[in-house]
Nanobody, 111 residues
Framework: QVQLVESGGGLVQPGGSLRLSCAAS????????INWHRQAPGKEREWVAG???????GYADSVKGRFTISRDNAKNTVYLQMNSLKPEDTAVYFC?????WGQGTQVTVSS
């Protein structure tokens, strides 16, 4: 069973950037599809981005063109590069592999 640990969240001003990391142990990420989700206060958890084991990527319309998902096989880590951040991107961000979730990392976009 894969264990996932997210990091890299924080407070950033609108228009700024953050890079989230999802470090895995127990399994090799390159053999799995990996997804990022987020949950804002009072809202349901939503899918943000996905990276298939074959390399294809997908993004929610709300983040397309601003977020990029990638993987470093040597580090067994998946990243979510977030640029041009908006206040509505404020949420707890989670990575997921199959039914395995990390604990989440808080992203707050505010001036």
């Amino acid at each position: 069973q894969v264990q996932l640990v997210e990091s890299g969240g924080g407070l950033v001003q609108p228009g700024g950037s953050l890079r989230l990391s999802c470090a895995a142990s127990g399994s090799t990420l390159q053999f799995y599809d990996i997804n990022w989700h987020r949950q804002a206060p009072g809202k349901e958890r939503e899918w943000v981005a996905g990276l298939a084991r074959g390399g294809n990527t997908g993004y929610a319309d709300s983040v397309k063109g601003r977020f990029t998902i990638s993987r470093d096989n040597a580090k067994n880590t998946v990243y979510l590069q977030m640029n041009s951040l908006k206040p509505e991107d404020t949420a707890v961000y989670f990575c997921r592999v199959n039914r395995n979730w990390g604990q989440g990392t808080q992203v707050t976009v505010s001036s």
